[in-house]
């Protein structure tokens, strides 16, 4: 993704942001610099710092820091979705739309099952 692009996630998350994890939006909600601040005072052996939910919040905030989100997700609460900095749309093709409005010229890629998947970029192409 370069830096100013728009990611579009799209996932039905049938149980919610995190139904096991409680401290997972909490996590969310903090800038980066918060995040990895906290996680470094943490004791690892608190379990009631969710450590686990704030190392995915690490990732999180690198990619809304770098790129604006997009969601199409059923399953996320307003209060999910702003803990998240992600954008709504009610459906892909809306939030397709919009982000070509922005991006006219944007290159697409779509990642299936992206949240078992990890993308590696070719440095020799």
Known sequence: MKKG???IFAAPCTEGLAH???RFREWLSMPL???LTKLRAASPEDVSADMVSAV???????ARDKSKIFCVSDGLTEEDLAAMQYTPFPSVQAALDEALRIIPDATIGIIPKG???LPVLDKKQ
């Not at 995915?56 to 690198?62: A, G, I, P, Q």
């Open 56 to 62: 995915l919040s690490v990732c999180n905030c690198r």
């Open 5 to 7: 692009g728009i990611v």
């Open 20 to 22: 096991n994890h409680p």
């Open 33 to 35: 610099e918060e995040v």
């Open 115 to 117: 949240g078992i998947s």
